[in-house]
């Protein structure tokens, strides 16, 4: 059995992969972008896109560190460090869509600032996020513990057997335990 210490790093990896993706998807759901565009007869209208409008990326990264816990869950050893590399490069991509094209200044007036810089910096988190449980997974992936692992079978184990057994079990299976 699994003492709770080596469970542990298993569950921080999970809660910042959902922690990331939830960031993610509410990152998506704000307003990232705002600008004055000419709209004919009705003159200048401020022009929002939220973050899912301006990266595709947004959801499917969420979606990605959604299934990354699952995988966590499920594999250990090698393939393990695998997802967690994965997960750690998404997270880093996750960030770079966040920081690219960022402006601190330069909004329209009427310009829903605050929600730019939290649908911004919360893509950021949950890249950050994603970044860390992957660096983690990456590390811990062989102390962690794996889904049915207690179910698996144990390695042969050498044991010393009595020759009196061994000549009645050749016996009982038809052969002939002198030669």
Same mark, same amino acid.
């Given at each position: 059995?699994?003492?709770?210490?080596?469970?542990?790093?298993?569950?921080?990896?999970?809660?910042?992969?959902?922690?990331?993706?939830?960031?993610?998807?509410?990152?998506?759901?704000?307003?990232?972008?705002?600008?004055?565009?000419?709209?004919?007869?009705?003159?200048?209208?401020?022009?929002?896109?939220?973050?899912?409008?301006?990266?595709?990326?947004?959801?499917?990264?969420?979606? &990605? %560190? *959604?299934? +990354?816990?699952?995988? /966590? =869950?499920?594999? !250990?050893?090698?393939?393990? #460090?695998?997802? $967690?590399?994965?997960?750690?490069?998404?997270?880093?991509?996750?960030?770079?869509?966040?920081?690219?094209?960022?402006?601190?200044?330069?909004?329209?007036?009427?310009?829903?600032?605050?929600?730019?810089?939290?649908?911004?910096? &919360? %893509? *950021?988190? +949950?890249?950050?996020? /994603? =970044?860390?449980? !992957?660096?983690?997974?990456? #590390?811990?992936? $062989?102390?962690?513990?794996?889904?049915?692992?207690?179910?698996?079978?144990?390695?042969?184990?050498?044991?010393?057997?009595?020759?009196?057994?061994?000549?009645?079990?050749?016996?009982?299976?038809?052969?002939?335990?002198?030669?």
């Amino acid at each position: 059995m699994t003492s709770p210490a080596s469970k542990r790093p298993l569950w921080t990896i999970a809660v910042a992969l959902l922690l990331g993706a939830a960031a993610l998807w509410g990152s998506s759901r704000l307003v990232w972008t705002a600008t004055l565009r000419d709209a004919g007869v009705r003159g200048m209208v401020l022009d929002k896109q939220t973050g899912a409008e301006h990266s595709g990326a947004l959801v499917p990264l969420a979606v &990605l %560190a *959604l299934a +990354g816990v699952a995988g /966590m =869950i499920a594999t !250990g050893g090698w393939p393990r #460090r695998i997802l $967690g590399v994965l997960l750690a490069l998404a997270g880093a991509a996750a960030c770079w869509t966040a920081v690219s094209g960022f402006a601190f200044g330069g909004y329209p007036d009427g310009a829903p600032v605050a929600a730019i810089y939290s649908g911004r910096g &919360l %893509a *950021l988190l +949950g890249g950050i996020l /994603m =970044i860390l449980g !992957g660096l983690l997974a990456t #590390r811990r992936a $062989g102390t962690m513990p794996r889904l049915g692992a207690k179910y698996a079978a144990p390695g042969k184990r050498k044991t010393v057997r009595d020759p009196d057994t061994e000549l009645w079990e050749a016996l009982s299976e038809g052969e002939d335990p002198t030669r």
